[in-house]
T-cell receptor, first 112, second 111 residues
Framework: EDQVTQSPEALRLQEGESSSLNCSYT??????LFWYRQDPGKGPEFLFT???AGEEKEKERLKATLTKKESFLHITAPKPEDSATYLC?????????????FGKGTLLTVNP | ETGVTQSPTHLIKTRGQQVTLRCSSQ?????VSWYQQALGQGPQFIFQ???????GRGNFPPRFSGLQFPNYSSELNVNALELDDSALYLC??????????FGNGTRLTVT
């Protein structure tokens, strides 16, 4: 069974204090790994897709990296508006559907 | 470009009742999926529709059913509601295996 584990469950940072979120996964046949941001009462907002080990993607203060067992979401000099729940999900290449298996998320709070 | 829209935003039902949730896909997307998100959890896959056919289902009982229409909009129907069905129901659309784009969900409360 596909498994996705995110850590930590919650992270509190001061504005400007860089850190990383971890997503470890156990799947057979990874097609892609996805990062989403979710604000309270909203649906997940797509951030990145990573397809192969060694791949990196960047967007503003966020950088996502991928190895064969885990992905990291690095947050550089975060601002209060980066506060949200960050979700990691995997998509596997077997079968004809494109379902995502999500972790439970990391709740990030950035204090001014 | 119009994103994924869901209706209603909130709904309160009584145990044993039936509910229908609606979703309009993002323009150009041909695949729609539904997810259930309990409080403090990640979204759980319910099922996916492509060309009006269900082509994948998660670990949900048959009382969860759906439809996809020719314009790629979709419905999620839940019969015989149970208290544990209380959750945020998310619709997502995509073009094939590309990134899923989510709506803001329907918050269902079963009392």
């Amino acid at each position: 069974e596909d498994q996705v584990t995110q850590s930590p469950e919650a992270l509190r940072l001061q504005e400007g204090e860089s850190s990383s979120l971890n997503c470890s996964y156990t799947v057979s046949g990874l097609r892609g790994l996805f990062w989403y941001r979710q604000d309270p009462g909203k649906g997940p907002e797509f951030l990145f897709t990573l397809y192969s080990a060694g791949e990196e993607k960047e967007k503003e203060r966020l950088k996502a990296t991928l190895t064969k067992k885990e992905s990291f979401l690095h947050i550089t000099a975060p601002k209060p508006e980066d506060s949200a729940t960050y979700l990691c999900a995997v998509q596997v290449s077997r079968g004809s559907n494109y379902k995502l298996t999500f972790g439970k998320g990391t709740l990030l709070t950035v204090n001014p | 470009e119009t994103g994924v829209t869901q209706s209603p935003t909130h709904l309160i039902k009584t145990r044993g009742q039936q509910v229908t949730l609606r979703c309009s896909s993002q323009s150009g997307h041909n695949t729609v999926s539904w997810y259930q998100q309990a409080l403090g959890q990640g979204p759980q896959f319910i099922f996916q529709y492509y060309r009006e056919e269900e082509n994948g289902r998660g670990n949900f009982p048959p009382r969860f059913s759906g439809l996809q229409f020719p314009n790629y909009s979709s419905e999620l129907n839940v019969n015989a509601l149970e208290l544990d069905d209380s959750a945020l129901y998310l619709c997502a659309s995509s073009l094939g295996p590309g990134p899923l784009h989510f709506g803001n969900g329907t918050r269902l409360t079963v009392t």
